[in-house]
């Protein structure tokens, strides 16, 4: 290319490429509905993996393949929490006989510095 052409223009920002003599991958148009009834496509190349979901393109609900079932839930583990962990641990006659020996103490230190 000559002077002229890069005069003026910024480097790296523009490509003086074009897609002449270039084969593109080959792809497939997969198609998704959301709970909201927008419809549309998303190409995909062709030996590429078609998830189930895709994010709506309009609203950002969950859209499902409209060729495809419903993707299986996983089984999730509910959380455990301090109180769980805790019954593991003790019986609630111990939780009950620790909390009464700190009420006592605590009511032992309100005594001395009233």
Not at 18 to 30: F, I, K, S, W
Not at 49 to 59: D, G, K, L, N
Not at 73 to 98: A, G, S
């Amino acid at each position: 290319m000559g002077e002229r052409a890069l005069r003026g223009t910024r480097l790296g920002a523009t490509s003086y490429e074009n897609d002449r003599n270039t084969d593109l991958a080959p792809r497939q148009e997969v198609s998704y509905t959301c709970p909201k009834g927008h419809r549309f496509d998303v190409p995909l190349a062709a030996e590429a993996e078609i998830p189930a979901t895709w994010e709506c393109r309009m609203c950002g609900a969950t859209a499902l393949r409209v060729d495809g079932e419903l993707p299986e839930t996983k089984k999730v583990k509910p959380p455990r929490t301090h109180w769980d962990m805790l019954l593991e641990r003790r019986t609630i006659e111990d939780l009950e006989e620790v909390l009464n020996e700190r009420l006592a103490i605590l009511r032992a230190q309100r005594r001395k510095s009233a």
